[in-house]
């Protein structure tokens, strides 16, 4: 498990990550209900992967808040309205609002935190080649020409801008219930997608919601986080 922290615009966003074989075997970390909800999984795939999500999640969440030391159990995140993940603590206090967000891909799992209503979205993608048919059914007409425009770096392009598109949907609370064309990524200053290092990154929704967050790619891996405070919605 490895954690980091981002200054975005949308405040101090928590990273935490890990594999999946650094999830505990025992049930002791879960809730009562995220027990229960564990105990519905009938793919033992799902289940490991439910797992692994809420694993960094509640290490994202406990930092946030300043407390690494809250017992996970205490962190219980499940599925709200439209299937984004809620949190709520159940140690005695007072606790400020959290939002979360997970992601998990080749046993690799993601989450992001930050403290208030934040409109919050991460995901974490494999650097897998993709189809042309894939690249013209998501993307834009820009966003594929982008992709096209190189040989050696496309897959990691399409990647990058579909692991975007898939951080900027979750914090929408769509995910991919909507058209992942009607989110458009700014390719500018994204000329070079390799490197470990975080970059800026820019996502705009129907034309004027516009998301700014950060993208690195490393480990094999496409990492991508968007976010932004309600109150900036116009």
Not at 28 to 41: P, T
Not at 118 to 135: I, N, T, Y
Not at 207 to 218: K, M, Q, S
Request: glycine fraction near 8%; include cysteine.
């Amino acid at each position: 498990m490895s954690t980091e922290r981002l200054t975005l615009p949308a405040g101090d966003i928590v990273l935490a990550r890990a594999t999946a074989s650094s999830v505990p075997a025992e049930e002791g970390w879960l809730s009562a209900r995220e027990a229960e909800v564990q105990a519905r999984f009938r793919v033992c795939k799902r289940a490991a992967d439910w797992r692994l999500g809420r694993w960094v999640a509640k290490e994202a969440v406990a930092h946030a808040l300043g407390a690494p030391e809250l017992p996970r159990a205490a962190a219980e995140i499940l599925a709200g309205t439209g299937g984004s993940p809620v949190v709520r603590i159940l140690t005695p206090g007072e606790w400020p609002e959290v939002s979360v967000s997970i992601s998990h891909a080749a046993g690799t799992g993601l989450a992001a935190a930050t403290l208030g209503a934040v409109r919050l979205g991460c995901d974490v993608e494999e650097l897998s080649a993709r189809s042309d048919e894939f690249v013209s059914d998501y993307f834009t007409a820009e966003e594929a020409a982008w992709i096209r425009a190189v040989t050696r770096e496309r897959h990691a392009r399409a990647n990058l801008l579909w692991s975007a598109k898939e951080s900027m949907l979750k914090a929408l609370g769509e995910g991919l219930r909507k058209d992942t064309r009607s989110v458009v990524v700014g390719v500018e200053g994204l000329e070079r997608a390799v490197g470990d290092a975080w970059r800026s990154l820019k996502v705009v929704s129907a034309g004027r919601d516009e998301f700014a967050g950060a993208w690195r790619v490393a480990d094999g891996l496409v990492w991508t986080v968007v976010g932004r405070k309600p109150e900036s919605h116009a």
